[in-house]
Nanobody
Framework: QVQLVESGGGLVQAGGSLRLSCAAS????????MAWYRQEPENQRELVATITNSGSTNYADSVKGRFTISRDNAKNTVYLQMNSLKPEDTGVYYC??????????????WGQGTQVTVSS
C-alpha cells in the first residue's frame, strides 16, 4: 500500500500565500502522475493541477498564473505553491498519486485532505 500525508493548509487572507505538501510512503517502486484536487461542500472534487513524472504540468484555468505545482522525486513529495489567494480558492485540498509498487501492482492513492480557507 501507498499512503499520502498532506500538510500546509490553513487560514489566510485574500492575496496571501500558502504552500501545500504531500509526501508518499510505502511500497513505492515508481511514481507516475501527481496531482492536487480541491472540493467545496456540496460540490464535486475538481482538478487543480497535475505534474507528470517528466515534469510536465497542467493547471485549471482558475489557478493559472497563481498556483505552481512541483515535485521532489527523491522525497516522493508533491507541492502546491498558492499565491494571490482568493476566497473562491477555499476548500479541502487533496493530493492524488499513482504508480507502481514493488509487488508489481498499480496504485492510485489519495491523501486525507487539508483545509484551505481564504478570508475576504
Amino acid at each position: 500500500q501507498v499512503q499520502l500525508v498532506e500538510s500546509g493548509g490553513g487560514l489566510v487572507q485574500a492575496g496571501g500565500s500558502l504552500r501545500l505538501s504531500c509526501a508518499a510512503s510505502g511500497s513505492i517502486f515508481s511514481i507516475n502522475a501527481m496531482a492536487w484536487y480541491r472540493q467545496e461542500p456540496e460540490n464535486q472534487r475538481e482538478l487543480v493541477a497535475t505534474i507528470t513524472n517528466s515534469g510536465s504540468t497542467n493547471y485549471a484555468d482558475s489557478v493559472k498564473g497563481r498556483f505552481t505545482i512541483s515535485r521532489d522525486n527523491a522525497k516522493n513529495t508533491v507541492y502546491l505553491q498558492m499565491n494571490s489567494l482568493k476566497p473562491e480558492d477555499t476548500g479541502v485540498y487533496y493530493c492524488n498519486v499513482d504508480g507502481g509498487t514493488y509487488e508489481g501492482n498499480w496504485y492510485d492513492s489519495w491523501g486525507q485532505g487539508t483545509q484551505v480557507t481564504v478570508s475576504s
